[in-house]
């Protein structure tokens, strides 16, 4: 095997040095770090949906037959799903498991800690609701009611003030976490798409729906709460604007989940009677 040249050599450590350069003192630089995360995260949602795309052409037998704005919506699925398991498994990880906002040695107070991470990964979830958005609003309304658009803006609003600010980013990644819900969701849509509505594992999904956002989106909703209220003394010193969003936005988004929830547990009533209607009719015949 012919030896690499040694300046051949020189030259690739030469080329992979400036390139390091060029991501830690631009890219990943503090100053340019909101904008490059952004930047990526929407990146991420456009080659996202063309691999759905891509994928489900030749994998989901349905998938050609569905219209225009099925395959749409299809592959926004896509996006959102990617989304979901990124942002709420780093959550998890800041909330539970990284000392970043528990640690007691750090001087700085709980409501303004940060990390080049955490910035980062709110930057990524900021590109991705004003993808969404701008997706929704462009098929308006078949992608996602009112309902949605303003789930969308509040949750931009409160992401972009937490990532350029640096305060709350403990409640952001709290509230995040119900993302943790978004799979199972679109799981559904799409067991109903490919006409498999009536198998058993629409209805584990139905279950595994209702009691992941009961634990997500409602209690652990009740939780950040009370975290605020025990910590209402450094909630106080953050700017008036964080203050407010630290109580609107989970306050805006509690309702909008506490009105899906409604919708999940009467959707998982209908499929149990279903079933049980259709058991009966089997046990009948028999």
């Known amino acids: 095997?012919?030896?690499?040249?040694?300046?051949?050599?020189?030259?690739?450590?030469?080329?992979?040095?400036?390139?390091?350069?060029?991501?830690?003192?631009?890219?990943?630089?503090?100053?340019?770090?909101?904008?490059?995360?952004?930047?990526?995260?929407?990146?991420?949602?456009?080659?996202?949906?063309?691999?759905?795309?891509?994928?489900?052409?030749?994998?989901?037998?349905?998938y050609p037959s569905l219209t225009k704005i099925q395959r749409v919506d299809w592959n926004n699925r896509g996006i959102s799903t990617t989304h979901a398991i990124f942002i709420s498994t780093l959550s998890l990880y800041f909330v539970f498991w990284s000392d970043l906002f528990s640690d007691p040695q750090v001087s700085t107070l709980t409501v303004f800690r940060s990390s080049t991470l955490s910035t980062f990964g709110l930057g990524v979830s900021l590109g991705y609701f004003f993808s969404d958005l701008a997706m929704t609003l462009w098929q308006y309304p078949a992608l996602g009611g009112i309902e949605y658009v303003i789930h969308h803006i509040l949750s931009g609003i409160a992401v972009a003030y937490s990532m350029?600010?640096?305060?709350?980013?403990?409640?952001?990644?709290?509230?995040?976490?119900?993302?943790?819900?978004?799979?199972?969701?679109?799981?559904?849509?799409?067991?109903d798409t490919a006409g498999m509505k009536k198998s058993i594992a629409y209805l584990i999904n139905g279950i595994?729906?209702?009691?992941?956002?009961?634990?997500?989106?409602?209690?652990?909703?009740?939780?950040?709460?009370?975290?605020?209220?025990?910590?209402?003394?450094?909630?106080?010193?953050?700017?008036?604007?964080?203050?407010?969003?630290?109580?609107?936005?989970?306050s805006a988004l509690?309702?909008?989940?506490?009105?899906?929830?409604?919708?999940?547990?009467?959707?998982?009533?209908?499929?149990?009677?279903?079933?049980?209607?259709?058991?009966?009719?089997?046990?009948?015949d028999n």
């Open 254 to 284: 509690g309702i909008l989940n506490m009105m899906w929830f409604g919708k999940i547990i009467r959707g998982l009533v209908k499929t149990l009677e279903k079933r049980r209607s259709r058991t009966k009719e089997v046990d009948s």
């Open 208 to 250: 595994v729906i209702f009691i992941g956002w009961l634990i997500a989106r409602v209690v652990l909703f009740g939780y950040m709460f009370y975290h605020v209220y025990l910590h209402y003394d450094l909630v106080m010193k953050m700017h008036t604007f964080g203050y407010v969003l630290v109580f609107g936005v989970p």
């Open 164 to 191: 350029f600010t640096g305060e709350a980013q403990l409640y952001t990644y709290m509230v995040l976490i119900s993302e943790v819900t978004t799979p199972e969701i679109h799981l559904r849509w799409y067991l």
């Open 1 to 62: 095997m012919k030896a690499v040249p040694k300046q051949t050599t020189m030259a690739i450590k030469s080329y992979k040095d400036q390139a390091h350069m060029l991501v830690k003192n631009y890219l990943l630089a503090y100053p340019y770090l909101p904008y490059t995360s952004i930047l990526s995260g929407i990146l991420a949602c456009k080659l996202v949906y063309d691999l759905t795309d891509l994928i489900s052409s030749f994998y989901i037998k349905t």
